[in-house]
């Protein structure tokens, strides 16, 4: 092989590329409008395993600012979250969980705090076979341990037929179930 000098400085080049590419990459977006001013900031670490997001909007017409900031770090097994969102009043609510892989699927356990200061549990896996049935479950409960939420989905496919039946419960006097979803981010 003929190692000619523009073929080295592709080398050197390609080669002090690369570590360039493991670092830290984050990236900014702003919006101004005529009634509203917002800005995203989303950094992400893949050889450290973290990612964030922190976005905050402002009205215009009145000053006040909402803003979320939104953190996951990977683990052995799975990824941790914590996302913390702030009202226009000053009021924050927040979440804290963990999502576990395993061998079929996930499972995800969590903490979520109102605005109001109330604390619930969150609970939630999912699961999927080699032949396409698959579950899925979530639940929503209050500091003392009672459901206050949940909803469980079976799908099976059998002779080319799919069968999907949902199930929901729900606390008598819970006129909205609290949100049993797990932030993406």
């Known amino acids: 092989m003929i190692k000619t000098p523009l073929m080295l400085v592709s080398l050197t080049t390609l080669a002090l590329a ?10 900014t977006r702003s919006y101004e409008g005529p009634n509203v001013s917002a800005t995203s900031t989303a950094t992400v670490d893949r050889e450290a395993g973290t990612a964030s997001r922190e976005r905050e909007v402002t009205n ?17 097994t ?22 576990t892989r395993t061998e ?16 619930y549990g969150l609970a939630g896996s999912r699961s999927r076979d ?5 579950q899925a479950s979530q639940s929503v409960s209050d500091s003392q341990g009672n459901v206050l939420a949940s909803r469980e989905r079976v799908t099976t496919r059998s002779d080319g037929q799919v069968s999907r039946s949902v199930s929901r ?12 979803r797990r932030p993406r981010g």
Request: hydrophobic share 25%; proline share 6%.
């Open 18 to 27: 690369l570590p360039a590419a493991a670092q830290e990459r984050s990236r």
């Open 169 to 180: 419960t729900r606390a008598p006097g819970l006129t909205r179930p609290p949100r049993a």
């Open 104 to 119: 079929t699927g996930a499972t995800f356990v969590g903490t979520a705090t109102g605005r109001g200061g109330e604390t």
């Open 78 to 99: 799975g990824a941790t979250i914590e996302v913390v969102q702030t009202g226009p009043q000053g009021n924050s609510r927040s979440l804290v969980g963990e999502r």
């Open 130 to 134: 080699g032949q396409g049935n698959s």
């Open 60 to 76: 215009l017409n009145t000053g006040k600012t909402v803003s979320s900031s939104a953190v996951r770090q990977r683990t052995e």
